[in-house]
């Protein structure tokens, strides 16, 4: 009888934790497993912003497939994945096809833009580690062209930052604490670099807890990040970004504007033919697709609906991390036969936000407050744990931080 085959599609944390957790619960005479990633790298996605401001090195936030993936057990394909066939049951691949038994579909997101002009074409996003190494390296030039040029424009050295959700307003705290450094680098006076916050909702971390967000907001107003709340960015060009507040239209000159405001599934999933809610899969309990028993959806490519909210729960690196373990259970359960399938159950532990050196706020289990360097070091331990869960020692003692005074 023929081994199934097992195709994990993105190495995510979604992805690439099925993986680990697969190459452990199965013997290889049971199933062939192959991950397929358009890189050689999985990356931590909850570090980019820091690699974006040039506080980290990109290179710490990269962790090779080979260092966490058992190649004896585990086949790496390294291709682009261009769509899904499940009539087929297979998968094409930019320069192949591959076949597959069992799916996991865990293809991360997408920037999603909401038609707002110009900002597909001008605007950064902070989405893997190459726009982040070239958001920094953007930074760097703008700083040295600021001198370099014989008219002194203000749009080189002011930084605009669309939406204050998670990732806006942790790549604020890494630029209040990188901008002074690069003042010094190029010559530059501090009080003529702005960083300026343009957020939709009447408060930054909207639908985080209000005495947490307003610490964050005091945090990074004291140093120099000025916010615009209650506004809509309404045009992005390459050099100004136009938003509207209270009817009025307000310009701002910058050659660098990074869009964090919105995220959709990847467009892969749509246009394979799944059933779909805005791009994501509605997962049924056992986190497969609801007319595909043989395919399974983590991470952002899965909607998981909250039934006390009403709300899909957030698609975090905390729940993805989750999924994964349900999703290896139950493809094993497959593969074997027997059994009954899992059902997932989010175990929500809390929310940790960065806000820079020394600083960070979180709502941790069941409602407790953290704020500073309590805070810096709960954010430092989960990201150990997460290192030690997919490497081991060898790979904390590589990656993980350890000094809890930045």
């Known amino acids: 009888m023929k081994k199934p085959d097992i195709v994990i599609l993105g190495a995510g944390y979604g992805g690439v934790m099925t993986a680990v957790k697969l190459q452990k619960i199965l013997n290889s005479n049971e199933a062939t497993i192959t991950l397929v990633n358009k890189f050689d790298y999985h990356y931590q996605t909850t570090w980019l912003h820091e690699n974006a401001a040039g506080t980290l090195h990109h290179d710490r936030t990269r962790i090779p497939i080979k260092d966490v993936v058992n190649m004896d057990k585990v086949q790496f394909v ?61 930074l760097e030039y703008n700083f040295a062209m600021y001198h370099h040029e014989d008219e002194k424009n203000p749009g080189r050295l002011n930084i605009v930052i669309g939406g204050g959700g998670f990732t806006g307003v942790e790549f604020l705290g890494e630029l209040a604490n990188r901008i002074p450094e690069l003042c010094e680098e190029y010559d530059i006076h501090k009080s003529m670099v702005r960083i300026i916050n343009i957020e939709g909702q009447s408060t930054v971390l909207p639908g985080f807890d209000p005495q947490l967000a307003e610490y964050a907001m005091n945090s990074l107003e004291s140093r120099g990040v000025e916010f615009m ?22 310009e701002i000159p910058t050659y660098t504007t990074i869009w964090t405001a919105g995220v ?57 991390i989750q999924e994964a373990e349900t999703v290896a259970n139950n493809v094993k ?20 936000a960065s806000l820079g050196r020394g600083d960070a706020i979180g709502d941790i289990f069941n409602n407790w407050k953290l704020f500073g360097w309590k805070a810096v070091i709960m954010k430092k331990i989960i990201d150990n744990r997460y290192l030690l869960k997919l490497g081991g020692v060898g790979l904390l003692m590589r990656k993980g931080k350890f000094n809890i005074f930045y």
Do not use: W
């Open 333 to 352: 359960t497959l593969v074997q036969g027997n059994g009954e399938l899992e059902s997932f159950e989010p175990n929500l532990l809390g929310t940790v």
């Open 78 to 138: 390294l291709d682009t994945v261009v769509s899904i066939k499940p009539e087929k049951k297979k998968v094409k691949l930019k320069n192949g096809e591959v076949p597959y038994d069992i799916l996991v579909i865990g293809l991360g997101f997408e920037a999603e833009t909401f038609g707002i002009a110009g900002l597909e074409e001008h605007a950064f996003t902070i989405d893997n580690i190459n726009n982040a190494r070239l958001i920094r390296e953007h």
């Open 264 to 320: 959709r599934a990847n467009s892969i999933v749509e246009e394979s033919g799944f059933e779909h809610n805005r791009g994501k899969i509605e997962v049924r309990s056992d986190m497969r697709a609801p007319d595909q028993d043989d395919v399974f959806a983590v991470g952002d490519c899965a909607l998981i609906m909250n039934e006390q909210t009403g709300k899909p729960y957030p698609p975090t690196a905390q729940i993805a």
């Open 229 to 250: 709340t209650g506004a809509m960015v309404k045009e992005c060009q390459a050099d100004r970004v136009i938003y509207e507040k209270d009817g009025k239209e307000v």
